[in-house]
């Protein structure tokens, strides 16, 4: 079980005042865990939080919300785009396979950067894909990144007949062993060959449906011959171009919770070090901060809340899109298979 | 806040199956606590143990037991002694900036390795030293290993006159940046300059008892012409030379608790795969295994058991020291400065 | 290109003594080179060495000399076979991503270690598979350990036919993403799904055969169809149980030279510290020492010679097995594909 | 020896385009070496460079060239200071232990990131400092960086008097254990408590001088007793706060040679994409490309040129300053102690 960060907006952000600053922040939920309006149970014996309607996947051991296994954040700047004088606007990506909360380079990097689209996971392995920093989301595919908390039931048994749906592109562009990349490779299989335009909100969409079709097909597959029960994924996807995202909450079963997600257009201000709010609740005034409705428009999504006050937080409905449009519109959408 | 282990015994010891294996291994030791005896209220909104007799040193953040700042062994096994042919038998170490729980080389190097006595500790850095593997303990002077719990106040005002009082040879053995790694040249400045032989029990705990002297002296000096009040040190100790164990639990003032520490002189088989007994209490029965009878004499010490069987465990009372000789014998006593 | 070393023997060596003292020892060939009796020119621009009869392929850089791109080392201790009462004598491997030279852990662990069979490895990357630790040779396959210098031609293109002529269990354990790592796994589909217990030379030999054929066959039908001409391999390989070795340097095509193996049945004793001389020609005298009718059979088989005694250093033919049984007695014999 | 480069400019660079894509760039230093002027002769047996007018010091192994030690480069972004609305342009740093050549991090971030004034560093350690993040270079002391090629002699014996020197501030801002940051924690004590705004060049200047002083006098000091011969330091340094910078190339005897050092006022445009021109002599002809006038004011200065052009490159007299001021005019002069 991994946790993923989000943020869009019209606005920069600085990258420490998203990942790094707030007392709930990424960087943090190595084993601190903040779920409201989720019915959790703590076994103290296994260190082992069970969600009320679900049962944790056997694959995961009992550190499993233990997310130890490295970080990885994904970023625009712009940069290249100007300098190749090409309007293609591909992600930098930062990743590393320790813990991040004492990464000196990170640290100094999220003080340094701002932009408008921000991808940070950190990442608690399956034991199946060693801890190495390749093996660390976001994924990037051209001018698109791509992440995922959760797990693809019976992978290793998928991966052959995965490997054999990819274009030769995205086969190429795979450079570690876990699931997460070889769905995503998929995702772009579908997505056609140029990863360097934007696409309509529709055909993202579909992209994702046709993906999550194909995965949910293929473990079908692999069990057909077998008295083996169907086993159970969590799919809790995020892709983005820099100028669209694409969320998803999504579990291949109604008796399983998918994992957390949340989202939210208001708490921006309140991590930004601009506005006279603080994350942890505490008022600050300086001069050159803005009020609330001087701040730009924007869309956080996330495995977990980074500040702690739960209103600006929307649970994400289990099995449902979020879709967050050029114009920074918010849909939420079931998922129609 | 850091997490250290020791075993020393007349029979080998697979550093798999006192480091790895036991649900509460020191590998697992990075969120998961059990602590029989100590009275601990868990504060979930900080994420901190606070023992009921002390108060966490402000120095340590709220995530002071989440001990990710990677993890170091120490063990000896009589291999260069040979080819040298000059008995002096020196420990081979492994350290990591990582978290050991999927380190795979450390996985390795344990399934694969037995020793009569190993050093363990994983560590949480204080954000005074980074995260670096040359940070991690223990650290080696000559044929001796020395690692530390805790913390040294005000350990950057009183460097420069800790570095003074070293011997040119201990002052060159240093190659970190922590506060432990410049005690330990304090002691073996004290011992003296040959680390290769083995000295009198008496010795080292004399060495002991100046180290901490010292070192309480030069923080109560870099307190003198201030309004400030004495800060705390928590001082749990651990030094060997392979045959013989000098271990302290430590604390600068009465009124906080040092950190925990167990001791223990018949876990041992219980953690060893060739008894019919496992250390999360399933039986297994295996010709090959031998009787609790049947195997060595040994001691562990460790900041928290290994085992879940609180009855093999003893916590060792504040500001006292375990003393092991060359015969594995036992002695806890007060510390007298 | 890589760099790799095998020392076999009825006497254990101590891992420093061959791999770390040395002048010309594996960890220091980052970018010095000594190879007797190949003709080679080398172009001070590039960076690059010719062999006389062949050319560098185009896949490698003009620093594909610089082996910066991490170590690994396998070596066998018996320990868990005797812990585990089954005579299952699998390797301990230690790997990363970094130079050897200054890695204070394998400086400590080569001090400490010693061993009748060691596989010791320095990588160059292709630019192909990332420098993280898992793509370190050697691979582990149950007692078995498989090492390679040299290139795959049209690795990603044969990858998923070659990944479905695979067992389940070796297609299982891959962990890294190198053509190395998947040739391995072939060979272990070829060898049965047993890979504790030791076979005959024949079998390993024969086996090897059926890898060598395989790998072509799939490189041969990757550009079946094209106008692309058949691109060349470097396929030195060499894999042990601990008590038999198989090595073979090989080229896919007769213009080209593969890369350089050599082997040596008379360098241990230099290389020992137990013995009356030393591997860069200083006399030592000590009583300990034993003559070389003293020291233990044994085989080293090296890409270079690891001392500067060119006479006691075969280079091994071209397209040739260097056999070593259980008794260490060695065929040198041509590839009859 | 290290190798070291400064890009500083009125025209934002490329990182890549400076440090990477450049045929002889920073990255690739690491054991091919191109020195225009410098009378070189090389020893192929131990792979040693010799100046003509010095002797390599004892301290540095036969592999001294071989700059594998890691990786350090910083820039100024000027984010933080829009963020905290302070004017405070303090450097983002990233720094790795491993070769850059293949660190996909370094590679990615230098893709997507330009600046006005960046410093980059690779290291071949002196086996006294270990190979760990922390002894990277650059060092950074509030808005300013300082790198070093070259060793202080004595170090080990002026680390305790110099550290006595220190301002608490400076003592306190060393996280390592080189000779280089203990050095630059001396600059920053003579250049006074404030490190967060510009002086002048003639403060800068001065500064070096007291530091260079100092130094020579500590190690003056450390033989002054003995019989022992005064060791030789090459102290080539670099430091800038981003507007202006001050490189030294100095020897602390006349009969050894420092370190070589390089500087130019033209390569940039050769180097920037966007003119019609390549490092490596390829013509490019692209629309966007502007001609060399259009291109901003800006000093190189670096260890090794990183083009093939020796016309566009001066060597830096020994003992000598490079100066260059907010308006980017240079100075070259004497350094007068």
Redesign the interface.
């Known amino acids: 079980m991994c946790r993923w960060f989000v943020y869009i907006g019209e606005e920069p952000t600085?990258l420490e005042?998203v990942l790094i600053k707030p007392?709930h922040s990424i960087v943090?939920q190595?084993?601190?865990h903040f779920l409201p309006n989720l019915h959790i149970t703590y076994d103290?014996h296994v260190?082992q939080n069970k969600l009320s309607s679900g049962v944790a996947s056997d694959e995961q051991g009992?550190?499993h919300f233990?997310n130890?296994?490295g970080f990885g954040v994904g970023y625009y700047?712009g940069?290249?785009a100007?300098?190749?004088?090409d309007h293609v606007n591909?992600?930098?990506?930062?990743?590393?396979?320790?813990?991040p909360?004492?990464?000196?380079?990170l640290i100094?990097?999220c003080?340094?950067?701002?932009t408008k689209c921000v991808f940070a996971h950190i990442r608690a392995?399956t034991?199946l894909s060693?801890?190495?920093?390749?093996n660390n989301h976001p994924f990037v595919f051209g001018r698109y990144m791509f992440m995922h908390n959760g797990s693809v039931a019976n992978f290793?048994k998928i991966?052959?007949p995965l490997?054999?749906k990819l274009s030769t592109d995205a086969?190429?562009n795979?450079?570690?062993?876990t699931d997460t990349e070889h769905v995503a490779a998929l995702f772009f299989t579908h997505l056609g060959n140029d990863w360097d335009t934007v696409v309509s909100m529709e055909k993202l969409k579909k992209t994702m449906i046709n993906t999550l079709q194909d995965i949910l097909a293929l473990i079908q597959e692999s069990v057909k011959d077998k008295d083996e029960t169907l086993p159970h994924s969590s799919l809790n996807f995020a892709v983005t171009n820099g100028c669209q995202l694409l969320a998803v909450r999504f579990s291949s079963m109604d008796e399983f919770e998918p994992p957390s997600l949340y989202y939210s257009t208001t708490a921006g201000p309140t991590l930004n070090?601009?506005f006279p709010d603080h994350p942890d609740g505490k008022k600050i005034t300086?001069a050159?901060m803005r009020e609330t409705h001087e701040h730009g428009k924007h869309v956080i999504v996330a495995s977990e809340p980074s500040t702690y006050k739960a209103e600006d937080w929307h649970l994400v409905p289990a099995n449902s899109f979020v879709l967050v449009d050029k114009d920074l519109n918010v849909v939420v959408e079931k998922v129609q298979l």
Chains 1, 2, 3, 4 share one sequence.
Not at 82 to 85: H, L, Q, S, T, Y
Not at 90 to 99: D, E, G, L, M, S
Not at 130 to 134: I, L, Q, W, Y
Request: glycine share 8%; net charge positive.
């Open positions: 600085l005042d007392k943090k190595i084993d601190l103290p260190g009992p550190n233990t130890i296994d700047t940069v290249a100007e300098f190749n004088d591909r992600p930098c990506v930062y990743r590393n396979a320790r813990p909360l004492n990464d000196l380079n100094s990097l003080a340094h950067t701002s392995g034991g060693p801890t190495v920093e390749t290793s991966k052959v490997l054999q086969y190429g795979i450079f570690g062993t070090r601009k300086k050159s």
